[in-house]
C-alpha cells in the first residue's frame, strides 16, 4: 500500500517511493498542496525555522520550475520581511528596555 511509502527515506528506493506519491497526491490536489506549501514556507521563514533550503528543492520537485522558483522566491521574501517585522516590533522595546547601557554604547558609535 501507498500509504507505507510516507515515511522519512533512509534509501534511494524510499525516496524514489515519496516521489511517487508526492507527485501523485499533487496531481490530484494540486492547489492545496500548494497552499499548505506556501503556508509552510512562510511560516518555517517567519519564525526563523531551520529548514527552508530543503523546501526550496521540494517546492522545485513537485511544482517544477516555472511554478516553484516564483513561489519559492515569493515564500522566502514574504517570511523574511515578517521575520524582520516581528523581531524589530516585538523585540525593540524589551532590547531597549533591558540592555539600554549596550544600546547607547552602540549608537555612540
Request: aromatic letters at 16%; glycine letters at 16%; hydrophobic letters at 55%.
Given at each position: 500500500e501507498r500509504?507505507?511509502?510516507l515515511k522519512f527515506p533512509r534509501s534511494a528506493e524510499d525516496v524514489q517511493h515519496l516521489s511517487i506519491l508526492l507527485n501523485a497526491y499533487v496531481s490530484e490536489h494540486y492547489y492545496n498542496v500548494l497552499f499548505c506549501f506556501i503556508a509552510t514556507y512562510v511560516a518555517m521563514q517567519a519564525f526563523a525555522i531551520p529548514?527552508?533550503?530543503?523546501?526550496?528543492?521540494?517546492?522545485?520537485?513537485?511544482?517544477?520550475?516555472w511554478v516553484g522558483f516564483p513561489v519559492v522566491l515569493m515564500c522566502a521574501t514574504v517570511g523574511s520581511t515578517i521575520c524582520y517585522c516581528l523581531s524589530y516590533y516585538l523585540m525593540h522595546p524589551i532590547v531597549e528596555k533591558y540592555l539600554q547601557k549596550r544600546v547607547l554604547q552602540l549608537q555612540a558609535k
Open positions: 500509504r507505507d511509502w529548514g527552508s533550503v530543503m523546501l526550496s528543492v521540494l517546492g522545485g520537485a513537485l511544482f517544477k520550475f
